[in-house]
T-cell receptor, first 112, second 116 residues
């Protein structure tokens, strides 16, 4: 069964600190993996898209990694800001982009 | 370039009623997909339309339906509303071309439905 798991479920950090969010998936055939940021009450916004051959991709203070062998991805946030408080959703695309499997998300709270 | 527009943003209905939500995709995008988001279930795929044809469908009852118009605008309808249908309904458009890699998903702000 195609599934995406994320950990931790929620995370609280202090402003300026770094953090890493995890995503494990069992999706086949794998097409790509995306990380989205969703502010409360808003639609998700794409952070990164990674295909099978990509190990690392950065978008400002956000760096995503992908290990296709172990089917794991991580999202590292550097020097967190209050505006990073949001849910981060891992989405794996299967079957040449025909289907999307969504993770439950990690709720990040950045405190001053 | 205007983003994905969803209307209405908020609405309240009672059990048994029906509701229609609208989504206008980014200009040039022919693929529109719909999602239900609840605190307990997260984001769940409802269906996707491309060139007025339903291409994929999630595991939702027949009370959930949709359609796409020739200008790529899409509507979804939920009939005989139940309390459990209370959720944020998100629409996303993508620059998908027929049969190929879907590409990036661009989400709207969502329509928050409350069923009383």
């Amino acid at each position: 069964k195609n599934q995406v798991e994320q950990s931790p479920q929620s995370l609280i950090i202090l402003e300026g600190k770094n953090c890493t969010l995890q995503c494990n998936y069992t999706v086949s055939p794998f097409s790509n993996l995306r990380w989205y940021k969703q502010d409360t009450g808003r639609g998700p916004v794409s952070l990164t898209i990674m295909t099978f051959s990509e190990n690392t991709k950065s978008n400002g203070r956000y760096t995503a990694t992908l290990d296709a062998d172990t089917k794991q991805s991580s999202l590292h946030i550097t020097a967190s800001q209050l505006s990073d408080s949001a849910s981060y959703i891992c989405v794996v695309s299967a079957n040449y982009g025909q289907n999307f499997v969504f993770g439950p998300g990690t709720r990040l709270s950045v405190l001053p | 370039k205007a983003g994905v527009t969803q209307t209405p943003r908020y609405l309240i209905k009672t059990r048994g009623q029906q509701v229609t939500l609208s989504c206008s995709p980014i200009s040039g995008h022919r693929s529109v997909s719909w999602y239900q988001q609840t605190p307990g279930q997260g984001l769940q795929f409802l269906f996707e339309y491309f060139s007025e044809t339903q291409r994929n469908k999630g595991n939702f009852p027949g009370r959930f339906s949709g359609r796409q118009f020739s200008n790529s605008r899409s509507e979804m309808n939920v009939s005989t509303l139940e309390l459990g249908d209370s959720a944020l309904y998100l629409c996303a458009s993508s620059p998908r071309t027929s049969g190929s890699y879907t590409g990036e998903l661009f989400f709207g702000e969502g329509s928050r439905l409350t069923v009383l």
